[in-house]
């Protein structure tokens, strides 16, 4: 066994649902002593930072249930089954913003929260984008938000508290 590396002893299900899973693993550690891991299921999801070519972005605003409130985000959502991560990001501009994207180039990807979850965030920039949309989720109601560029500054001291929002914000303004 490598040094940062954990054997599984055992794993026990706690939970299945639509959208997340909970398993209780038993693990060895490389000194030999044994811990509980608790871990989150979650399929990938993606992001997207969509440039609208009038210096602003376009965000998402949504009630996020599990927080308790109105959220300022990227575009995002999860990988179907089977799906490429580029064409999922493709699928949730459709959805949520009304816009497909001429050009979509990645730009990192990143666990949401490695402690505990499974969960992988790609992130993706969209640039030249054109008018096309899709249905929302029977479960969403978003709302697209334009954000001139000289604001984003100030979203990243307080108006935005979502991680993959936070990250593709931050990465947009050193790239400025």
């Not at 649902?17 to 989150?40: C, I």
């Not at 994207?101 to 499974?118: Q, V, W």
């Amino acid at each position: 066994m490598g040094a940062n590396t954990e054997r599984l002893i055992s794993s026990r299900r706690i939970y299945d649902g639509l959208v997340l899973s909970l398993r209780v693993d038993q693990v060895e550690m490389a000194d030999g002593r044994r811990a509980t891991r608790e871990v989150v299921e979650h399929r990938a999801a993606v992001g997207v930072l969509a440039l609208t070519g009038r210096d602003s972005v376009l965000l998402v605003r949504q009630y996020r249930y599990a927080a308790g409130e109105e959220t300022l985000e990227i575009c995002a959502g999860l990988v179907e089954e089977g799906e490429d991560p580029q064409e999922a990001a493709a699928r949730e501009m459709r959805e949520e913003l009304g816009y497909s994207p001429g050009r979509l180039r990645k730009i990192g990807d990143f666990y949401a929260s490695p402690g505990f979850c499974t969960e992988t965030l790609t992130v993706f920039l969209a640039e030249n984008l054109s008018p096309s949309r899709l249905p929302q989720d029977d479960d969403e109601d978003v709302r697209t938000v334009e954000v001139p560029y000289k604001e984003i500054p100030a979203l990243l001291t307080g108006g935005v508290r979502d991680a993959k929002t936070f990250a593709a914000l931050a990465w947009f303004l050193s790239k400025q």
